[in-house]
């Protein structure tokens, strides 16, 4: 491919709800574009995006993939991103990294959940941006309803370009709303001009209405023009749209047909016409050896900088960064500095990626996008630039994962290999957590969602040949006392020669502090037990804590006091000491009315106002206590819950269900609360073979 000049690319992610359109939008895009013979189908698993086996088999975008498509003398980085919320941290990556954005809505689905959250993103980062609606072809499609939707939504910035002409129920033209002229596709898919339909007029003086009120709320002298009646342009309604597409406050509706390729031309040409170069972008970091702003502002004559936006491992392909130049020009063979790990990296070649094909260049200019392959310590969202003049960009925020399951290697000795692969898996994927949770005897994996963790499990199997096995993760019960007891244990032993003898006097009560396993104090007087054991009488209840005598939890919030005891000169020993009190603790922890604890987290809901009252029924059948509830932005409300974790499982799923994907949560640790009678019964049961292991031991 050829080197492109920084005024002469466009960085353009696609956003839309799951199943609208955006990969076949790419294939289309390519096969007007020539770089494919045929067009591909997601259905048959064969498109430039969709790669990856897991995608290939789900019938869906999994990762953010890089389609640079050439268009006249200008080059369109597109990346087309999953559409499922288990993907999100894909999508956030992708969005960092373009300087414009398409939301593809399905003309048959309408706007969903997912075309909202497209559209807060582009708010989040100040994308401009464009509306493709697709499936045109199909005869129930309404554009107009979107454009109705869109508009409710947002108001007066929604400006629709084009209309659709059907015939007979097929999709055979679209009306031109800046030129009003009608347009339809000859047998060779080409434009060509026709009569335009009576029935399209109507709608015609409508969105033209609508577009020109867009046009005249871009300044105060369209608007007084506006009101008189006056009539603008073409020039002049391009012109306002070239400024005003570029910073947002307009919006084009444009449509077509993924399938028949319909629609394309006029959409690629519309992104070099009306999207913004990079050098028309702003772009700042830190120059952390001045510590003073640096102005990349996609800057071909600054000295280079780049930023790591993703970064992909594959056992086929390899290692490969994928980075937008913020700066400069990036050559083969540059030395870039990355000031986080304070290493220096060999960029080596330099490569354009289409999909999972890679295409070598000799340089990237300045707001261009390519990948660097087989860096060392560089991961994604590090900054790269020079030695003599380091540069730090500010990092993506990417979303935290909330959903865990429990894994188990399905085969013996997989355990290293499973390591190895899930650590290439966490550098890929920043939403995906491995964490070892050796209170609980457990490995954890945390994810967006369920799905996202199956799909996790499945790639392990797939891609590198190691099997894990996904369950229920445990619950970190604690298990505390409620009342004083007073103990006395005698350990004597006797086998030969030197026996064994240790007795303590000891009580056991609530310490009142439930953060700290246990309080130890001794009190005796007269020397009944030497100081050297009280260390070995410590070690016992430290050991026993560890596993408490109800249901084999550890123990949280006991005060042990020892005041009395006896010893023998000869058969007394740190080891008899220790033992009495294990037992002392054994026998008196049970006599102190004990109960079992659950950890409470603190959970946060983000949802819309209008389904608040579902979310709050169903955290009441979850034992959760709502707190608050507080208006967000965008008419969303955040409700604040106590709720046991043994009832968050789950509940991501149900959650996306009453809400329709929109509701979010995120939770942390408050505090240990006594469990219900039913469910620590339930708990002391199922835990019953482990109190038993504990005793034969």
């Known amino acids: 491919m050829n080197v492109y000049t920084t005024d002469k690319i466009r960085n353009v992610v696609l956003l839309g709800h799951g199943g609208c359109g955006k990969t076949s939008l790419v294939e289309a895009m390519a096969y007007l574009a020539g770089l494919t013979t045929r067009m591909g189908k997601v259905a048959d698993g064969n498109t430039i995006s969709d ?15 890089l389609i640079p498509i050439p268009w006249k003398d200008t080059k369109i980085n597109i990346l087309d991103t999953p559409g499922y919320f288990d993907f999100v941290g894909e999508t956030e990556e992708a969005v960092s990294a373009a300087d414009a954005a398409i939301i593809v809505v399905s003309g048959k689905a309408g706007v969903e959940t997912g075309t909202k959250k497209a559209w807060e993103l582009c708010e989040k980062y100040h994308l401009p941006r464009m509306v493709f609606v697709t499936e045109m072809d199909i005869d129930n499609a309404s554009f107009r309803q979107v454009v109705t939707d869109l508009q409710e939504l947002y108001g007066k910035k929604i400006a629709p370009f084009h209309l659709p002409i059907r015939e007979n129920g097929e999709f055979i033209g679209y009306v031109n709303v800046v030129q009003q002229k009608a347009k339809r596709w000859n047998a060779k898919g080409e434009v060509e001009h026709f009569e335009m339909p009576e029935y399209s007029k109507e709608n015609l003086g409508i969105c033209r209405d609508v577009l020109l009120e867009s046009v005249a709320e871009t300044s105060e002298e369209f608007m007084d023009r506006y009101f ?7 020039d002049e309604i391009r012109q306002a749209l070239r400024v005003n597409v570029g910073d947002g406050s307009m919006v084009p509706v444009m449509m077509g047909s993924n399938l028949m390729a319909r629609g394309m031309y006029t959409l690629m040409t519309d992104i070099v016409k009306y999207f913004p170069s990079p050098d028309k972008r702003t772009c700042t970091g830190i120059n952390v050896k001045s510590n003073e702003v640096f102005q990349a502002d996609y800057d071909f004559s600054k000295s280079k900088s780049a930023y790591v936006f993703k970064t ?3 056992p086929f392909i390899g290692k490969y960064s994928l980075i937008k130049v913020n700066s400069g020009v990036i050559k083969t063979d540059d030395l870039l500095y990355n000031y986080h790990r304070d290493f220096e990296e060999k960029a080596g070649r330099i490569y354009i990626m289409r999909g999972n094909k890679v295409e070598e260049v000799p340089e990237l200019h300045a707001g261009d996008i390519g990948a660097l392959a087989k860096l060392q310590k560089t991961v994604t969202t590090d900054s790269l630039s020079t030695r003599a003049n380091p540069v730090a960009y500010l990092r993506t925020a990417i979303s935290r994962p909330y959903v865990n399951l429990r894994y188990k290697a399905r085969n013996k000795g997989d355990e290293d290999k499973i390591s190895q692969a899930i650590q290439k898996l966490l550098q890929e994927d920043l939403t995906l957590a491995n964490i070892n949770d050796s209170e609980n005897g457990q490995t954890l994996l945390y994810g967006m969602g369920e799905q996202h963790l199956e799909i996790v499990a499945s790639t392990l199997l797939n891609k590198y040949k190691v099997a894990i096995d996904l369950m229920r993760p ?12 007073d103990v006395e244990y005698k350990y004597k032993k006797q086998s030969g020669g030197h026996g064994q003898y240790g007795h303590v006097k000891m009580t056991f009560e609530p310490s009142g502090d439930l953060d700290t396993p246990y309080v130890f104090e001794q009190c005796v007087v007269g020397g009944a037990v030497p100081k050297n054991f009280f260390p070995a009488v410590e070690k016992g209840i430290m050991e026993s804590v560890k596993k408490g005598p109800l249901a084999a939890y550890p123990v949280t919030g006991v005060k042990a006091v020892l005041y009395d005891g006896s010893y023998h000169p000869v058969d007394s020993s740190e080891m008899a000491f220790k033992t009495a009190a294990m037992q002392a603790f054994r026998k008196g922890f049970m006599d102190a009315s004990p109960v079992l604890l659950e950890p409470i987290a603190s959970l946060k809901v983000v949802v819309p106002e209008n389904y608040t009252g579902d979310i709050m029924g169903d955290l009441n059948k979850r034992r959760g206590r709502v707190m608050g509830m507080v208006p967000t932005e965008n008419g969303y409300q955040e409700i604040t819950a106590d709720i046991p ?17 929109s509701g979010t949560f995120s939770y942390e640790f408050a505090r240990y609360e006594q469990a219900p009678d039913e469910i620590a019964k339930q708990q002391i049961e199922e835990r019953a073979s482990k109190l038993v292991d504990m005793e034969e031991t």
Not at 228 to 234: A, I, K, V
Not at 476 to 485: H, Q, S, Y
Not at 645 to 661: D, V
Request: hydrophobic share 30%; charged share 35%.
């Open 51 to 65: 790669f990856d086996e897991e995608e290939i088999t789900r019938k869906f975008s999994i990762h953010t993939s």
């Open 228 to 234: 008189e009646g006056d009539e603008f342009s073409e």
């Open 312 to 314: 992909i491992v594959d």
């Open 474 to 485: 445990r619950v970190a019960f604690r298990e505390t006392l409620r009342k004083k007891v």
């Open 645 to 661: 974790y043994l009832e968050l499982y789950g509940y991501n799923t149900r959650l996306r269900s009453m809400t329709s994907g």
